[in-house]
C-alpha cells in the first residue's frame, strides 16, 4: 500500500472520521514534556539511518511518538488530536508512526 502525504481537505476529514470511529486516543499528539529531550539524541532514532544532528542537520521531534528524526524521516504530516486545545491540526509525524496509524 501507498502512503502519502496528507495534502487536501477530504484526506483530512476522512482521518478524523476514522479517529473518532476506532480509536480517539490513537491519533492523540504526545505532549511535549512526554518528547524525547534534545540533549539525550545525536543521530536520527529511525532505524536505518545515521545521520548525525548539527549546524546543518536539524532535529524534528515527531508529535505522536515523541521521538527524534531527521527532516528525511519526518517529512509526514497527519491529522492528529491536540488534547489540549481540542482540535486537530496537521502536524509532523515519523515514517513509523505514519505507517502505524494509517496501515
Known amino acids: 500500500m501507498l502512503v502519502r502525504r496528507v495534502t487536501n ?5 476522512r482521518l478524523r472520521y476514522i ?3 476506532e480509536d480517539p486516543t490513537k491519533f492523540a499528539k504526545r505532549p511535549v ?3 524525547v ?3 539525550h539524541v545525536q543521530t536520527c532514532q529511525h ?5 548525525t544532528f548539527g549546524l546543518f542537520m536539524r532535529r524534528h ?4 511518538c515523541g521521538h527524534i528524526f531527521c527532516y528525511k524521516h519526518s517529512a509526514n504530516q ?3 488530536f491536540d488534547v489540549r486545545d ?13 505507517y502505524r496509524l494509517l496501515l
Not at 47 to 51: F, V
Not at 61 to 64: A, K, M
Not at 86 to 93: E, G
Request: glycine share 2%; net charge negative; hydrophobic share 35%.
Open 47 to 51: 532505524t536505518s539511518c545515521l545521520n
Open 86 to 98: 481540542h482540535a486537530f491540526s496537521n502536524s509532523r509525524v515519523c515514517d513509523g508512526c505514519l
Open 78 to 80: 497527519l491529522a492528529l
Open 61 to 64: 521531534h515527531c508529535r505522536s
Open 33 to 35: 514534556h512526554e518528547w
Open 19 to 21: 479517529c473518532v470511529v
Open 37 to 39: 529531550p534534545d540533549h
Open 9 to 13: 481537505n477530504t484526506t483530512l476529514l
